[in-house]
């Protein structure tokens, strides 16, 4: 069965930072490349930050300087380090996973960023 649950959301300052973690079972994880994509009220969902099964990875422009996406593949787990966290940021933070026809996605994690 195909698990993949994110943790980590919730409240913090402007300025602040948060770790999202993604915990991924049932699948091939190594050799799935992975994404952050995240939904604020009244928006589309936006592609984050994203990691290849070989490490690369890439960003949006708005997160650059400010996220790092890190996969660690004996753990099955993926991770957004978030920094310097402004208003904007605030969304549910969803984990994607895509590959060879298949594209799971987690319930999400809220992330508020508010004073």
């Known amino acids: 069965q195909v698990q993949v649950a994110e943790s980590g959301g919730g409240l913090v300052q402007p300025g602040g930072s948060l770790r999202l973690s993604c915990a991924a079972s049932?699948?091939?994880?190594?050799?799935?490349?992975m994404a952050w994509y995240r939904q604020a009220p009244g928006k589309q969902r936006e592609l984050v930050a994203a990691?290849?099964?070989?490490?690369?990875?890439n960003y949006a422009d708005s997160v650059k300087g400010r996220f790092t996406i890190s996969r660690d593949n004996a753990k099955n787990t993926m991770y957004l380090q978030m920094n310097s966290l402004k208003p904007e940021d605030t969304a549910v933070y969803y984990c994607?996973?895509?590959?060879?026809?298949?594209?799971?996605w987690g319930q999400g994690t809220q992330v508020t960023v508010s004073s």
């Open positions: 994607n996973a895509r590959g060879f026809g298949d594209d799971y």
């Open positions: 990691i290849n099964r070989g490490g690369s990875t």
């Open positions: 049932g699948f091939s994880f190594r050799i799935y490349a």
